[in-house]
C-alpha cells in the first residue's frame, strides 16, 4: 500500500512538472505572437539573459521588458511558432520557435527554469535567419 501511494504521489508530481512546463511555454507563445513585452516580463526570473542578435546581456526583469518592448516595435508579429520543445538531462526545460515579422524572421530559443513549483524564463534569444 505504501508503495502504491508513493507511486502515485510520483506520478502526480511529475504530472504537475509537465503541465507547469507546457503552460508557461503556451503562455510565452501568446506573449510573443502579440508582442507582448510586459507579459513576457510575468514569465521571468528577477535576472534574465536576453540575446538579441548575438549580443547577450543579463538584465532585471524590467530592464528585459524595455528591450524586448523596442525589439517588438522595431519587429511588430506576424507569428509565432513553437517549433520544438524538451527538457535536458539536468533538467533544464527549453522551446524553440520561430518570430515572423513583416520584413525578417528570427530563431527564438528560450531555457526555463523551475522555482518552487513555477516555471519561468531564465534566458531568451532572438537571432535574424
Not at 54 to 64: D, F, H, K
Given at each position: 500500500m505504501k508503495k502504491l501511494i508513493c507511486m502515485a504521489a510520483v506520478s502526480l508530481l511529475i504530472m504537475g512538472s509537465a503541465f507547469g512546463q507546457r503552460e508557461v511555454i503556451e503562455d510565452i507563445k501568446t506573449a510573443m505572437k502579440t508582442g507582448s513585452s510586459k507579459e513576457l516580463g510575468k514569465l521571468m526570473f528577477q535576472s534574465v539573459d536576453v540575446?538579441?542578435?548575438?549580443?547577450?546581456?543579463?538584465?532585471?526583469?524590467?530592464?528585459?521588458?524595455?528591450?524586448?518592448?523596442?525589439?517588438?516595435?522595431?519587429?511588430?508579429?506576424e507569428s509565432f511558432t513553437i517549433i520544438h520543445q524538451g527538457a535536458s538531462k539536468g533538467g533544464l526545460h527549453f522551446a524553440i520557435g520561430q518570430y515572423l515579422s513583416k520584413s525578417d524572421t528570427f530563431r527564438v530559443f528560450v531555457r526555463i527554469k523551475g522555482l518552487e513549483g513555477r516555471y519561468l524564463i531564465h534566458e531568451i534569444s532572438i537571432d535574424k535567419e
Open positions: 540575446t538579441l542578435n548575438g549580443n547577450i546581456q543579463t538584465y532585471s526583469r524590467t530592464q528585459a521588458e524595455y528591450v524586448l518592448r523596442d525589439f517588438f516595435k522595431k519587429h511588430l508579429p
